[in-house]
């Protein structure tokens, strides 16, 4: 069974840092990776997806990375701001249809 | 294009009553799936489909029911609501790549609030 692990579960850092939330599962023969923000009481927002065959990818300030054979992935938010503060989730996609496990997440807090 | 789209937004039942979620994609979509997000946790999937008419259990299946009689629509039947379903239900979509290493993405709708008193 796929375990999805999200460490650490809570970060707060002053504006204009650069952080790293990490994502670490169980199980490596993965499809993908999926990283998402969510924002209280909302939906999900997909932020980035890294395929089981690439390294990474980027959008704007994030980078996502991915280590198949340790299991883990990193999402790295640059020069981050204060409307950055949320819930980032990691989910592994494994299994027939591809369904998702998730971590737990890191509530992020970026302070003005 | 509207996406994924769940009905209703938020419902309040008491234990022992049913009601259905309704969740439709306009994606021409293979593979639908139901979750559900307890506070302070990730999602956990209830049951997928991989299309119509092929239905099956995730890691929470008990106390739920789907069907899937057409490629848009995937509800989710809640028989007898208990306290332990209170939980915000995310239904979401996607689709397999043809040849090569497959991936998906999986788009998500806005999710349904549901508390049972």
């Known amino acids: 069974k796929q375990e999805v692990t999200q460490i650490p579960a809570a970060l707060s850092v002053p504006e204009g840092e650069n952080l790293v939330l990490n994502c670490s599962f169980t199980?490596?023969?993965?499809?993908?990776l999926q990283w998402f923000r969510q924002d209280p009481g909302k939906g999900l927002t997909s932020l980035l997806l890294?395929?089981?065959?690439?390294r990474e990818q980027t959008s704007g300030r994030l980078n996502a990375s991915l280590d198949k054979s340790s299991g883990r992935s990193t999402l790295y938010i640059a020069a981050s701001q204060p409307g950055d503060s949320a819930t980032y989730l990691c989910?592994?996609?494994?299994?027939?249809?591809?369904?998702?496990?998730f971590g737990s997440g890191t509530q992020l807090t970026v302070l003005p | 294009n509207a996406g994924v789209t769940q009905t209703p937004k938020f419902r309040i039942l008491k234990i022992g009553q049913s009601m259905t979620l309704q969740c439709t994609q306009d994606?021409?979509?293979?593979?639908m799936y139901w979750y559900r997000q307890d506070p302070g946790m990730g999602l956990k999937l209830i049951y997928y489909?991989?299309?119509?008419?092929?239905?099956d259990k995730g890691e929470v299946p008990n106390g739920y029911n789907v069907s899937r009689s057409t490629t848009e629509d995937f509800p989710l039947r809640l028989e007898l609501a208990a306290p332990s379903q209170t939980s915000v239900y995310f239904c979401?979509?996607?689709?397999?790549?043809?040849?090569?290493?497959?991936?998906?993405?999986?788009?998500f709708g806005p999710g349904t609030r549901l508390t049972v008193l």
């Open positions: 979401a979509s996607s689709y397999p790549l043809a040849g090569g290493n497959t991936y998906n993405e999986q788009f």
């Open positions: 199980d490596s023969a993965i499809y993908n």
């Open positions: 890294i395929q089981s065959s690439q």
């Open positions: 989910a592994a996609s494994l299994g027939s249809a591809r369904q998702l496990t």
């Open positions: 994606m021409n979509h293979n593979y």
């Open positions: 489909s991989v299309g119509a008419g092929i239905t």
